[in-house]
């Protein structure tokens, strides 16, 4: 088990001899900042108070088949390239129970957030970046040849928009997303395994 969390670990035994079958809520990429004392925080720095310590880059992560019932992780994915990407939502789809959820928070593409910092990799993220998780739509776009397996419904995208926008009409709003950069913020976006 995990020295900080009692969370069982992949291949770990409870006390009693027996794998905990609690479903886990968890934090990816949690940083210092983890989204409520219910989730476990998995990062790779051992320097933010994170439950576990893992590089979610790599597999296999440190959780059982089927073992969590949510994932939240916020400001994460866009630092990861496009394989490592892959490799994230594979390993969130083998931990995820079917019908779970998993909620990524991302600095849109048209965001100067996106590109300025140095530690974001490319590609940045935009709403289509997500249907590549979905099996239906790989076999419908004829690229069912690449490296993913994972099967995941996009269940909501919602945008958090520049301060001036948000307050102003809703035709201002669509246009100003439609049309100008750094109108729209952060991209979030609610997958459901299937």
Known sequence: MSPRSGVPLRGQESEQGTLNTKLLKL?????????????????????????????????????????????????????????????????????????????????????????????????????????????????ENHVEHYDINCDFDLSECSYILDGEIATGPQESKQFAMKHYTNSVLDLQMILVKK
């Open 27 to 139: 934090d990816l990429g949690c940083g210092a900042q983890k989204k409520s004392p219910e989730y476990t925080g998995v990062d790779i720095s051992d320097k933010c108070g994170a439950d576990i310590v893992h590089d979610l880059a790599k597999k296999p992560w440190p959780f059982t088949d089927n073992s969590v019932e949510e994932i939240w992780s916020s400001h994460f994915f866009e630092h990861l390239d496009g394989k490592q990407r892959i490799i994230f939502m594979e390993e969130a789809h083998r931990v995820l129970k079917t019908g779970s959820k998993i909620t990524i928070v991302t600095p849109y593409w048209s965001s100067i957030r996106a590109i300025a910092d140095p530690t974001h990799a490319w590609p940045p993220i935009c709403e289509q970046s997500y249907l590549y998780f979905s099996k239906k739509w790989r076999q």
